[in-house]
């Protein structure tokens, strides 16, 4: 199984709504990673765990809370976003977070996000 | 991390061999050069990486000249499905991914 799926596919929420956003897979793999793509931009890095540990974070606003409860799930939780927050949400997962350079990083399809 | 420079878009048809041309003149001696493709509403996917001289795999080749500062993806023969965005991407450190602009690649009949 090389894939890495993610739930859900659309979501609509309120800015006063929480949600959360999942992402598993079953690899094996002890790195896994949210980003976060704009519309007819390049993806940009969130977060990183690394074997179930926060070891990167870029800056992200505290309305954007990850959570890794085991090395195959990956959870993005979400409160009073603003609307410029909409976007799509990737999740993706490597063998380590090593440093080493072929440590390709396997993407899941995201969660397109609307923000009304 | 090294800054990539990419053609914003560029044309090409059914058959036809692209060559894709990425820029990064301040990249580092243990930089390596790895290329991402991504189709409209789906993740990256990782097509192929290199140092220097020339990588082939079975989806593309990449040509490093001794300089290293620029490198190309070529793709032999591509097919509509290859429409896609391709993001070239330079850096020591695999995991933290820094995504440029990309080349947006449209393929016609």
């Known amino acids: 199984d090389t894939e890495v799926t993610q739930t859900p596919k659309h979501l609509v929420m309120g800015m006063t709504n929480k949600k959360s956003l999942k992402c598993e897979q079953h690899m094996g793999h002890r790195a896994m990673y949210w980003y976060k793509q704009k519309a007819k931009k390049p993806p940009e890095l969130m977060f990183v765990?690394?074997?179930?540990?926060?070891?990167i974070n870029e800056s992200v606003p505290s309305r954007f809370s990850p959570e890794c409860p085991n090395s195959s799930l990956l959870n993005l939780h979400l409160h009073a976003l603003q609307p410029e927050d909409s976007a799509l949400y990737l999740c993706?997962?490597?063998?380590?977070?090593?440093?080493?350079?072929?440590?390709?990083?396997?993407f899941g399809p995201g969660t397109r996000l609307t923000v009304l | 991390l090294a800054k990539t420079t990419q053609p914003i878009s560029m044309d090409s048809y059914e058959g036809q061999e692209v060559n894709i041309t990425c820029s990064h003149n301040n990249i580092a001696t243990n930089d390596y050069i790895t290329w991402y493709q991504q189709f409209p509403s789906q993740g990256p996917r990782f097509i192929i990486q290199?140092?220097?001289t020339k990588v082939t795999n079975e989806v593309a080749s990449l040509f490093i000249p001794a300089d290293r500062k620029s490198s190309t993806l070529s793709l032999p023969r591509v097919s509509l499905s290859d429409t896609a965005v391709y993001y070239c991407l330079v850096g020591e450190e695999a995991d933290k991914l820094i995504f440029g602009t990309g080349t947006r690649l449209q393929v016609f009949p």
């Open positions: 290199g140092y220097k």
């Open positions: 765990y690394s074997y179930e540990k926060l070891s």
């Open positions: 993706a997962s490597s063998q380590e977070h090593s440093g080493r350079v072929d440590n390709e990083q396997f």
